[in-house]
């Protein structure tokens, strides 16, 4: 079977900084696959590598067998991918309904109707309660989003992602300021939610080794822009040199 | 060859008041992140205000010589208007960017009624004075000392200017301001105080930079619309709020001028605004500035 | 959405407006021509700046591509049907923005303001210099119009001005407010209005950014040269001032005064304004100095203009206990670049 998202020795130079040198990496369906690593050790331009937002030097990066290198956000969020942002982003002026319609109007390919009535379409506001649902969100659809509290801007971003019906979403620290208390309420809820919206695989970049322990298949360890390792949890967690490089001596593990 | 001469030196001269006007916008913007649309209005109230200065100073006896002293005086007087402006623009300063535009343009159209009330809406000048310092003649080169005198005035300005910058302890902390103001803020600066400062060098700039051109030109209700023009088109190609642009900037944009007007007076603005449009276009932070994140 | 209240307001103001030939002197009529022209081009302007968040501070260059259009069409093709120059006007400003937009929508917040800007002096001087294609600073003069191929031979031009042509304009606004109305509730304008709140998320939520940018450019330019066409018929002169910065920023002092954050805040503003400039010209010359201080005081302590006020004063009046309170935020969408003293920036 061809894997969903795939990398075939890509780097990533800036200058001589080497943020990312010969990563190949694969990510099949059905997957849950988590990428951990210290700071600085390159998570995040994978992140925007296989998001197509960046253009690697060398190797290729490919999603359902297409080599997406540099494609941009756009044209992959219409092929079957999204992703969640570490910091959240919402659109401050616009409502829950408008914010999850707004990728709604993208995924059923309707954004160049330019004098159709948007309250109008029913097929989008079936679509913007369905996706509301999942997350809880349906008391607030007419709520502006500035007007929302921490956690439901999170689990916003998150539901507008998921409402482009992706086969793939990249979570980038999806519980990050969240409390501890809460980081396994939300994760099962994003978990159940990409169940719920027929995802087909989960990339999460995470510092919480609980939670990467927690849901994760597959565990691939980045440091200083090279693949440490890429196991399953048990391995993974079985080998306390890979631990000490990816947790650092912070805890006692 | 003195053809030549004679544009470059025009070209010159136009550069170094251009300069004046062009600094201050580009203080105001690098430290407080303002377009200030208002600056060319500084420029008129600095041009009209001159020529009252010295002729009522004249009158009153004062030698010929002390033009120009007397027309930075008049420049630096002006500037009075500064702090009151300052503390205006200062209710707006977390809102957008667009409504500090908006605020500047208000002074622009208030500050037209209000030349055109104090000195009428005709065009006025200091006659017969720009030749008190002399002229150098050879041949068909003929360059008032005048001239000369306000070219080397405004490269001491920006000698002064860097020196301030780059060497004062205010001016570090000048910088650290434009750099980040709330780490600036956070490390206990004074902020409000620097903001206030700095417009009103920023708007001594302009009315100085207006004084010293009255003995070349009349003032007219006009200058300060049209003045703005030019220095945002010097502003634009050196980068937003960068010095060395505005030097740059200013030296390309009056020779341009000085060229065109000679020998196609028709492609003056044009020359400049094309070539404001490729520098946006190529490199939108100019050619001195910082790349816009 | 309680849409009732405001939608008897709009009925009677379009009687209102619709009685002012009737009612007042020629004089009114004629006055409120213009106005009509703007408010067209600004429902255009207000899509770009207000639902767009995108300030173009040489839009003015489009009013005069529409009035200099009908100066050539009408005076120098002589073709003088009124429909056709609006067309040909519409299709000037579709061929300029085309280009233009495709080179500044790249650009945002100032650098996009100082382009424009750059653009219009451009434009101004081209109109400016070379006289003997557009009459230099003279301008070029627009002939009366058949409209809806009806000479109106018995009527003086203050006569058709305050009478046909009155209720040609007043037509032509309502047709381009409404579709300016389908347009900003369609799914383009969310996908606009998203990108204008957030361009980094709205990317990733498949956002054309510069497509989307740029059509809404596009469509402000027709509606910019339409209205020029109008402002180009009534006076009957095309000429350069029509393009100069100061008028761009004119058009950006109705938005802000009528306010950028409503659908109808432009409109608003155009009528304030028009009205304004008449009564003030008449008291002072130093109008000018009035209307800066207006702007002034309007962009600090209303940022969201007329219509803020308004809504403000609305359910202040509304709500069961008239209490003065702290200001509330309205609950429901708002397509402002602003809300009350928001930056763009402030994004969680």
Redesign the interface.
Known sequence: MTPLIETRGVSKHYGAFRALDDISIAVRAGEFVSIVGPNGAGKTTLVNLL?GLLVPTNGEVYFKGENIAGV???AL??RGM??T?Q?????????VA??I???V???QG??????????A?EA?SARVAEIAGIFGLEQRL???S??LS?GE?KLL?VA??F??QPQVILLDEPTSGVSTAEKHTVMKTLVGAARAAGVDAIILVEHDMDLVASYSHRIIALSEGKVLADLPPDAFFADPAIIETVVGKRRGH | MSAFGNILLGGIFHAAVLFLVAAGLQLVFGVQKIVNLACGSFYALGAYFGITFVTLALKAGMPQWTLLPLLLVAGAVMAVVGPPIERILRTVYDRDESFQLLLTFAMVLMFQDIIRFLWGANPTSLDNVQLVYGKIVAGDFIVPVYNLLVIAAAIGAAALIGLFLQRTNYGRLLRATAENRTMAEALGVNVRGIYAAVFTLGTLLGTVGGALVVPTAAASLDMAVEVVIEAFAVVVIGGLGSMAGALAGSLLVGLIRAGSLVFYPEFEILAIYLIVIGVLLLKPSGLFGKPAA | MRRAPSVILIVAAVVALGLVPVLAPPFYANLLVPFYGYAIALLGFNLLFGYGGLLSFGHAMFLGLGAYGAAVIAGVWGIKEFEIVLIGAALAGLVVALPLGWLVVRYTGIFFGMLTLAFGMLTHSVLFKFYHLTGGDSGMRVPRMRLLGLEFAAYNKIELMAGPFYYYCLALMLIAAF?MW??V???????L??LR??A??????????HQ?RL?AFVISAIYGAIGGAILGFRTGLADPELVYWTHSGHLVFMTVLGGFSSFLGPIIGALALTLLQDQLQSYTQYWRFVLGAILALVVIFLPRGLAGLAADVGSFLSSPRRRPGPVQ????????VL?PG?RRD???
Not at chain 3, 185 to 191: A, D, I, N, R, V
């Open positions: 998001t941009g956000p756009v969020a219409t999204a992703r942002f910091l959240v982003q919402i659109f401050p002026q616009l409502t408008e914010t319609g707004a990728a109007v993208t995924h309707k954004q160049w109707r330019l004098l159709s009535p948007l309250l379409d989008i007419a709520t502006l500035r007007l921490q801007k971003d507008s992602a409402a482009l | 579709l389908r347009i509730h369609s799914p383009f304008g969310l996908h209005r998203s709140d957030n980094q998320k709205a990317l990733y939520l498949g956002v054309r950014v989307f059509a935020l309205p609950e429901h969408s708002q397509p402002g809300g928001l402030d994004v969680a």
